[in-house]
């Protein structure tokens, strides 16, 4: 006989509107008061906007050590150069997964003047083994995003595996699970988690209930849920109470999760390491041009 359990909601976070970079308007959920890290994720901020005012200042040059950042593209143009002569567009669909390593300084630019820009960059923690690394990308278009319908649920896979269907991310030091999960009202959708995994939900459009039958909690749109114990997520589109139906019909969802490091975590904006005097080092190494 087997047992199976699916994982609850610890806790419900809102994100908190902030400016970054040169000014550009976005939420940030993880890396915020109410919920500073989730180990071994740093950081996610979700950008969405129609006004050009919000972007277009887009974050120019600027410094990362020691850990990943990770931009998947919803809609809108983002033009990414760094100082090892990388470069590149991100375009909707696409997911750009840098390991900063032991530094890059880059630019991430709207390559747009007008439309909506819409996305998230999520910072992943490296192991101390990992975060001197050289720096490198995975990139993919929209094109190599394996995309499955699963019982009526449209899941694209970025990282982990559904149905069968790999993402094409790797990283072995966390092992992340990155999904992109659309669900009409009523549809609902299961995954199993590795064992000790964090794991979240954000919403983005729409709403979903979490977990089994019998006690399923709401998660609203701009909202992520902590999701722990378990070896299942079980989710549920949810008809929408708004009086805009028509034009939501469906929920959206990121699903997240990774192995925890549990290493002792050092960090000033940009730089991500373990004690404070690598963090010492990373300015020094970045004034003096080592990167
Ligand atoms: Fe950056």
Known sequence: MSTSSTRGIARLVRGMPTSDGAGVKLTRVI?????????PFLMLDEFGTDDPGDYIAGFPDH???????????????????????????????????MTAGRGIVHSEMPEQQEGRMRGFQLWINLPAREKMTAPKYQEFGPQRIPAVTVEGARVKVIAGVVAGLAGPIAQPAT?????????????????????????????YEGAMRVGDDDRPAPVDTHQLAVLIGGESVRLEGVVPARKDTA??????AILVAGRPLREPVAKYGPFVMNTREELMQAFEDYQGGRF
């Open 31 to 39: 890396g915020q008061g109410q919920l500073p890290d989730l180990d």
């Open 63 to 97: 410094p990362h050590r020691g850990f990943e950042t990770v931009t998947y593209m919803l809609d809108g143009r983002m033009r990414h150069r760094d100082n090892h002569g990388h470069e590149g567009v991100l375009v909707p669909g696409s997911v750009q997964w």
């Open 175 to 203: 092992d992340p699970t990155y999904l992109d999960i659309e669900l009409e009202p009523g549809v609902r959708f299961s995954h199993a988690l590795p064992a000790g995994h964090a794991a979240f939900l954000y919403v």
């Open 247 to 252: 034009a939501q019909p469906a929920a959206r």
